[in-house]
């Protein structure tokens, strides 16, 4: 019995949105009408899901990490207390106070209540739940241990979300002050130095070089501010237009790796996002093949998803995973004697977890250490531009002064 999403207004012409279970679209308009209710739209939920997946610019593409990881929790919590899985899936709808979630929850639900399982009724979201999701759930549905799988699925979405934070949240400080930076220069090569400058106009002495640079620079922004920003749009748009290239975006993320420090932040997330995924993937008994990829689709830098993809042939031939992985040179070693230690010990999920740990703390002290210095940086380059504005103006009046004298 799939599950409709309806929008309809009750006798006092005020809208009403929810969700009811039925086996067509119009008896769910039946229901709302002896509710007295008057149906306006009704929607199956997992068509609108398809449809906005299918959109190219949806914004509705997902939930968001922190939905996903309380939803995963809420559900591992239920399925650990041994309430059956229809009753969880009804119980968690009903607690998240978000229309949306509530609708993706009661898809799946009706679905399991079709008799399919709790991977089939969440693969009918795939925009919602990443692969990832879906073979863990799989393999434990398989194993029987569903409750322990939802469990670590519940701790790696927690993580993955936490993750995500720190970054976002390092990186608020860095784009506030650039903005400010761009802001104040903005204001006084737009507004500020005409108005001073107007004042030097009248004299017939020649102006210093730095003064006439000043004055053009002035001059541009305030004619040409708009072509600037639209050059600047173009840029943007056009950069993204060459990324959808799948050559020039490996060869654009190889460049990435080739930078100081850029390129040892990417390595080190996505070997901890690699490391992270294939530890809770060979706990959760998937088969190594799949897991190798399953864990690779998660790797954003493309040379390093090629990387586990060339892995995953030479361990299909029998090579070790440490082996086939360490060939490319573009996972750190530190990673890469882990997993070959887990393989020889037999702890290969132990030891792909402290990697993934190991990983997460080096990057998240050079992410702290860079925006530490990157805010007295940009306060550096700031005052440097506030001071050649200043010389600027301040150089012909020195002039006069000497002249005078």
Known sequence: MPAFEYTALDGDGRE?????????????????????????TVSEVERTEAGRSRARFSVWRGVSAADLALLTRQLAT???????????LAAVSQQT?????????????????????????LAAFPQVFPEIYRATVAAGEQAGRLDN??????DYTENRQALQSRVRNALV???????????IVSLLLGYVVPEVVNVFRTAKQELPLLTRALIAISDTFRRW?????????????????????????????RFQLSLPLIGRVVRGVNAARFARTLAILSASAVPVLDALRISGEVVTNLPM?????????????????????????????????????GETSGELEAMLARAA??????????VNTAVNVLGPVMILLMGGFVLLIVLALLLPIFQLNQLVR
Request: proline fraction near 5%; charge should be positive; aromatic fraction near 6%.
């Open 16 to 40: 009403r949105k929810g969700l009811l279970d039925a086996d067509t679209a119009r008896q769910v308009r039946q229901l709302l009408r002896e509710q007295q209710l008057l149906p306006v």
């Open 78 to 88: 239920l399925s650990r207390a041994a309430l059956p899985l229809e009753e969880a």
């Open 97 to 121: 106070e978000k229309p949306r979630v509530a609708a993706i929850i009661s898809g799946v639900r009706a679905r399991v209540l079709e008799g399919r399982s709790l991977a089939d009724g």
């Open 149 to 154: 799988v939802l469990e670590r699925l519940a």
């Open 173 to 183: 400080y860095p784009v506030l002050l650039s903005v400010v930076c761009f802001g």
């Open 225 to 253: 501010w708009w072509l600037l920003g639209l050059a600047a749009f173009g840029a943007g748009w056009g950069f993204r237009r060459w990324l959808e290239d799948p050559a020039a975006r490996r060869r654009w993320h």
């Open 305 to 341: 998803r090629d990387a586990v993809d060339a892995a995953a042939i030479k361990v299909r031939e029998g090579a070790p995973i440490a082996r086939s992985l360490g060939a490319s040179r573009l996972y750190p070693p530190m990673l890469i004697h882990l997993i070959a230690s």
């Open 357 to 366: 740990d190991n990983q997460e703390r080096e990057m998240d002290g050079i």
